[in-house]
């Protein structure tokens, strides 16, 4: 995925929910799109009305973002043509994610990050990326919450060769520090890119944008 590149810090926008949203963020070059489909989430997007993601492949990684559900509905959309990657945000174990590895999927293991012992779990998992994010346990991210950039600095001496994606509380006003400090593959946005949950603010994306082009 070149959304992994280490040449450039990618940025995904996640929580999408509109046609509309996703065009916009397209039209701005965001590298990536996330779309929950975890129904206990306030940025929910029901399958039945995304059918609109089909027409969007090839214009941008279209990534589906699942918490601890049944491994028909991912492979489905897959199959179906209306994601690109799949993103675990649960407490799936290395064994799902490697049904996905083994099947030629793109997958995402994203890990909520409160001390070290978070990040020696890293190393279990056959992902083509670990998306760091603050420990939220009930409700799995999109909390606007910053975690200890520290431990990603850990995550990165142990995992040299692994792809770092971090999350958690980033906004247009720390989000060049974060590049500065942590060096991800990629930003990943969910709050800090809003007017309201799911819907999307196309300044500060434009903003979160800018930064990642810079790399500063």
């Known amino acids: 995925m070149d959304f992994l590149s280490i040449n450039q810090t990618s940025l995904k926008i996640c929580g999408v929910r509109t046609e509309a949203d996703a065009r916009g963020l397209i039209g701005l070059g965001v590298d990536a799109v996330g779309f929950n489909f975890w129904p206990n989430s306030k940025r929910y997007l029901d399958p039945k009305d995304a059918v609109w993601l089909k027409e969007l492949e090839g214009e941008i990684l279209r990534v589906g973002v699942f918490v601890n559900q049944a491994l028909e509905l991912s492979m489905r959309l897959i199959s179906e043509g209306m ?25 995402i293991k994203a890990l909520g990050v409160k001390s070290k012992a978070d990040i020696e779990t890293a190393g279990q998992y056959d992902a083509d990326a670990i998306l760091l994010d603050a420990h939220a346990p009930v409700v799995f991210g999109g909390t606007g919450e910053t975690f200890d950039w520290s431990l990603a ?10 792809r770092m994606i971090l999350a958690g509380g980033i906004t247009p006003s720390n989000v060049a520090e974060a590049i500065r400090q942590v060096r991800p593959a990629a930003i990943d946005v969910a709050s800090g890119a809003e007017l ?4 999307k603010d196309f300044t500060k994306v434009q903003q979160l944008l800018e930064a990642c082009r810079q790399g500063l």
């Open 196 to 199: 309201s949950p799911g819907v």
């Open 83 to 107: 994601i690109d990657v799949v993103q675990l945000h649960g407490d799936e174990t290395p064994e799902t994610v490697a049904i996905f590895s083994k099947a030629g999927i793109k997958v």
């Open 153 to 162: 600095l850990d995550f990165r001496s142990r995992y040299p060769n692994a």
